[in-house]
């Protein structure tokens, strides 16, 4: 054979003997199939391989971790928590179904569904994350979703997520989960009967803000059936690579929760003392609308909390603040490794009036200390 030809022809083997910690990145849209008996177009969710978008041993390793640590039947992967949210809304709404989101759920997911998935005919409407059981209320006979995120974004509200799976389940509706706070481990979704819990992975399971891949893990046969359908129609492809740095990142993922736990209580405790602050909302602090539920559900809390500025001070002096920060960078996600503020002038909530006035912290693996030193200064630069 030509040399041109001969390189091309080379035929990969799995070494033997060779044994790391690391699971191997196998990329490949293309499989070898090795005959025509095993060709065919039949979709897979498990290990058929066929085609790389219906998974790489990678991609299925993670899935398969993820299922195990949430005690999920099957874990999906999309390539993004955003992706995540759209995925499960595609899997159980059609034209014409009604959905509930809690009205503090992260904002993007709130956009989709007034913009996009209104366009396609789905109505998705927002409920007081603490309503309980007083959901049955909003419940239609169109309704097939219902939306929790717990606690909610920024304003950190835990919900009564029981009450509301109960009410749900009474009426046929599915009800989801975004468990990115608790990394699909400090709340035990499907043991509160929960149907699909999906976790941007981009926060604590990649942990270094340096990877964006979500998960969507089911328990059921029919939540199964429904999300891997949909997930397989559209394509939602994700990189080996990126899912090698999740398994990665799940090898730490214990000692940065404890550390990160340890870190942002003290943190948010130091806060709640500060004259400057009204109060503080971290779920495991009674201050926290809610913490009865995060008691009562949760094993651990993690690593973002908000603090609300007393009202003596304008939303310019808080930006100002924030501004201040030298640790704290500006920038929007969490679960990483450095600290992070944010400052929300726009918050639109039905019930508070914090806009203006909200700071949200994630807090990193650097020392509190240096952290709490870090919130003072900036506070007396910026809070004359
Ligand atoms: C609660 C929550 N869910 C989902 C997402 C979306 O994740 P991603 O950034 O991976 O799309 C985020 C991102 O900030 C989030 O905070």
């Known amino acids: 054979m030509h040399w041109k030809s001969r390189i091309l022809h080379s035929t990969p083997t799995v070494p033997t003997g060779f044994n790391s910690f690391a699971t191997p990145v196998y990329r490949g849209s293309t499989i070898l199939l090795g005959s025509m008996a095993n060709a065919h177009d039949e979709w897979h969710m498990e290990r058929g391989w066929n085609y790389g978008l219906y998974g790489t041993p990678t991609a ?21 928590g955003q992706a995540a949210i759209s995925l499960i ?10 959905a509930l989101v809690p009205f503090n759920a992260y904002g993007p997911n709130r956009h989709l569904a007034g913009d996009l998935l209104r366009g396609l005919g789905i109505e998705v409407e927002a409920y007081d994350p603490m309503i309980g059981s007083e959901i049955a209320s909003l419940v239609r006979p169109n309704t097939s979703l ?5 606690p909610g974004s920024v304003t950190m509200e835990i919900q009564d997520v029981t009450a509301i799976v109960v009410a749900a389940h009474e009426r046929g ?5 975004d468990n990115t706070y608790a990394a699909g481990v400090l709340l035990d979704a499907f ?6 819990s999906m976790q941007a992975l981009t926060k604590y399971i990649g942990g270094h803000s340096d990877l964006l891949l979500g998960s969507v893990s089911v328990n059921t046969e029919a939540a199964y059936r429904a999300v891997g359908s949909t997930h397989q129609q559209i394509g939602m492809a994700v990189s080996p690579d990126d899912c090698s740095l999740a398994l990665r990142g799940l090898q730490t993922l214990a000692v940065r929760l404890e550390k990160l736990e340890a870190s942002t209580l003290e943190i948010a405790r130091w806060c709640a003392e500060q004259a400057e602050i009204e109060t503080v909302l971290h779920p495991a602090m009674e201050s ?10 949760f094993t651990g809390s993690s690593s973002i909390f908000s603090m609300v500025f007393d009202r003596r001070y304008s ?18 996600s969490w679960g990483g490794t450095h600290s992070l503020a944010m400052a929300y002038p726009g918050l639109e909530r039905p019930t508070g009036d914090y806009a203006g006035r909200i700071v949200r912290l994630n807090v990193g693996l650097e020392e509190p200390v240096d952290l709490i030193e870090d919130l003072r200064a900036a506070m007396v630069l910026a809070l004359v």
């Not at 809304?89 to 009604?98: A, D, R």
Request: proline content about 4%; overall charge negative; hydrophobic content about 45%.
């Open 288 to 297: 926290c609308p809610g913490h009865e539920f995060w008691k009562r559900d």
């Open 315 to 332: 939303p310019e002096q808080v930006n100002r603040f924030v501004d201040s920060l030298k640790m704290f960078g500006i920038g929007w």
């Open 89 to 98: 809304y595609l899997s159980f709404c059609k034209s014409g179904s009604h």
């Open 60 to 80: 299925l390793e993670l899935g398969a971790r993820i299922a195990a640590m949430e005690g999920a039947r099957h874990t999906f992967l999309a390539p993004g």
């Open 191 to 196: 043991a509160m009967g929960v149907d699909v």
């Open 146 to 150: 219902i939306w929790c995120e717990s």
């Open 173 to 177: 509706v599915t009800v989801a989960l």
